[in-house]
């Protein structure tokens, strides 16, 4: 039994040890100065592990042997340090404080602040200088930050500095090197990871380094002037520390044209009412693209989205439709106390988007819409969804189960295609959709979609046309898509033709009857335009003209002929039997005559007739005059 409990016991210190190996070392100051009877505040900062957090600090002082404790977080206190010193823990800052009071020159040494079990735990050295002086010299600000985090330094120097240049440069052991600048100059290591920002008080700023390296350690100056020449300067020290339990922040993001990233954001979940944004970086500034109090950039509308998740402290910003103006530096922002801002790189790659869906389509209002998306193998069993994009969120819609309001969503793993069906498309329809992937809590890839709603139906010739764009499509009643044998369309076709068969064959024999009735309804009604045109020219040259009994229309052009060539055409007619005038025909009680003619043809021959008596008269008078 007692073999058992010593092996569990040094289980326990190994894992302890392991931990606090892990956690690096500890940083503090390397020299911190204090006048004769006054006092000095040592910072030591520790990374804030569980075991960090919960294990004994102290302060010793070195000797050729061993270093002495002379205060520590459990209580000891050595005699001649009573009601001069103390010991303050902040664990939840990752540090903890050193106050001595009534400085003595006997205190001068050098000293270790540490953390740990026994006086050889993890440890920094610090010497204690003590002075007459009436100034003391100022000593370096110190930040202590974990390697791929982030650290903002600020800097303040006053109204009279206002105007003037600010920068921070990194100390050689000859210059220092400018790192970044209010002229946008920006050190080629550093660029895209480091902001500066003129705050609200005059002449104050700070500088935010994100994506830390170990070499990023050193002493900086933060100034406002020029370095050597005129102005102000102050010391930074920067101590960066690598936690290996802590997960490494991704720094490039790599998607392609036409595709969508995800950015993961971290808070304080006790923080949640802070503001949160993104935006994206430029060497004088960093311009906001979205945050949590529903702004987003008129030019991201519809492609931008951030989904905020409080019980985890994330919140996750996707991007999608990219284009290479896309390329450049992303900063996740957040103003709480305890600030957590971090950066990304976003490249574009060569490759094709994993989601295909047409980027635009338009439908008639009242018409019946299925909006569709292709997926591959890869994201077989990831959880799909469509959502409708509104301000800066985009909230997935109801599944198949629950078709209550006309949106069905429906996924076919056979063709591997999620669809989105409208029973009827109404104006508040219109909006941007995106379809996506995510596994979990994880969001993945993205594809957006704008659905345009017209009231007005479209004119057959706009409905038929072939959009010169493959990714737009036009649906109205009655009329399909145009088929443009794009990937999506390919799918599109599978999809359709798993779905309900009559619904499909009747939409076929609407489409096929519509195409014949309408070309046929056009020639028709051009014959009756033509055939009326016709009849009014030959109306407008008629006149009603009556001959005995008879009335009907003749053209005026039939009287002309009939008076050149009557005479001679009746003189060929020997077996013509003429009809006197008001007299009754001999021929007309036959049962066998000739039919009756039409009105029209025996006016003609009426007014022959009268033609041929005139003139037989006229030739009888004249005969008649020449013998007497």
Aim: aromatic content about 10%; some cysteine; overall charge neutral.
């Amino acid at each position: 039994m007692a073999l058992l409990i010593f092996v569990l016991v040094l289980t326990f210190i190994q894992v302890e040890f392991e931990s606090v190996s892990a956690s690096n070392v500890l940083f503090g100051p390397k020299q911190i100065t204090g006048l004769v009877e006054g006092s000095v505040s040592i910072k030591c900062f520790y990374p804030p592990t569980s075991v960090n957090i919960h294990s004994r600090k102290y302060w010793c002082r070195e000797s050729t042997r061993r270093c002495y404790t002379f205060i520590s977080s459990n209580g000891f206190v050595l005699k001649d340090y009573k009601d001069r010193a103390s010991i303050t823990d902040f664990p939840e800052n990752g540090m903890f404080i050193i106050e001595i009071s009534d400085l003595r020159f006997k205190d001068m040494g050098l000293y270790r602040c540490g953390i740990g079990l026994n006086d050889y735990g993890l440890s920094f050295k610090v010497q204690l200088e003590v002075t007459q002086d009436q100034v003391p010299p100022e000593e370096a600000q110190l930040y202590y930050a974990e390697q791929q985090k982030t650290v903002t330094m600020t800097c303040n120097f006053g109204v009279q500095y206002a105007s003037y240049r600010k920068y921070l440069c990194k100390m050689t052991k000859s210059n220092c090197y400018n790192v970044i600048d209010t002229y946008g100059n920006v050190e080629p290591s550093y660029l895209g990871r480091t902001l500066l920002t003129n705050l609200g008080t005059p002449g104050a700023f700070s500088v935010i380094v994100s994506q830390l390296k170990k070499e990023d350690s050193g002493l900086y100056l933060c100034g406002a002037g020029n370095y050597g020449a005129d102005g102000e300067s102050k010391k930074l020290d920067l101590h960066v520390y690598e936690d290996g339990l802590a997960p490494k922040q991704q720094s490039v993001l790599n998607g392609v044209q036409g595709g969508s990233v995800t950015v993961e954001c971290h808070y304080n979940p006790k923080e949640n009412n802070t503001l949160k944004y993104w935006c994206k970086w430029k060497k004088n500034g960093c311009t906001e693209l979205i945050s949590n109090k529903g702004f987003v950039l008129d030019s991201y509308e519809g492609r931008l989205m951030m989904h905020d998740d409080p019980e985890n402290g994330t919140f996750t910003i996707i991007l999608n439709q990219l284009q290479k103006d896309d390329i450049g530096y992303y900063w996740c922002m957040t103003d709480g106390k305890s600030e957590r801002k971090s950066s990304v790189e976003l490249k574009i790659v060569e490759g094709q988007p994993s989601l295909l869906t047409k980027k635009q389509v338009r439908a008639v209002a009242g018409s019946s819409l299925t909006i569709s998306c292709s997926y591959p193998c890869k994201y077989f069993t990831y959880q799909k969804y469509w959502c409708k994009w509104k301000n800066t969120e985009c909230k997935p819609l109801i599944l198949s189960e629950q078709n209550q309001t006309g949106l069905v969503v429906s996924c076919d793993k056979d063709n591997r295609i999620l669809t989105l069906s409208f029973d009827q498309v109404a104006p508040t329809d219109q909006g941007w959709y995106w379809c996506g992937v995510k596994h979990g809590q994880q969001y993945g890839e993205t594809a957006a979609l704008q659905l345009q709603v017209q009231g007005v139906l479209l004119n057959f010739e706009e409905a038929s046309r072939i959009n010169e764009d493959p990714n737009e499509e036009i649906v109205i009643p009655g009329i399909n898509p145009v088929n443009r044998n794009s990937p999506l369309d390919k799918a599109n076709q599978a999809a359709e033709s798993g779905t309900s068969s009559g619904s499909h064959g009747e939409n076929k024999n609407s489409v096929v009857l519509l195409a014949t009735l309408i070309p046929c309804g056009i020639v028709f009604l051009l014959l009756i335009t033509a055939f009326t045109i016709k009849k009014f020219r030959l109306f407008r040259n008629s006149d009603l003209v009556s001959v005995g009994s008879y009335r009907t229309n003749i053209s005026m052009t039939e009287f002309e002929n009939v008076r050149q060539y009557g005479a001679k055409d009746n003189a060929q007619m020997e077996d013509f039997h003429e009809t006197q005038m008001g007299k009754k025909d001999e021929h007309s009680d036959s049962p066998k005559g000739k039919p009756k003619r039409g009105s029209k043809e025996e006016a003609e021959m009426a007014y022959t007739t009268f033609l041929l008596q005139s003139e037989n008269i006229s030739s009888q008078v004249s005969s008649d005059q020449s013998s007497a």
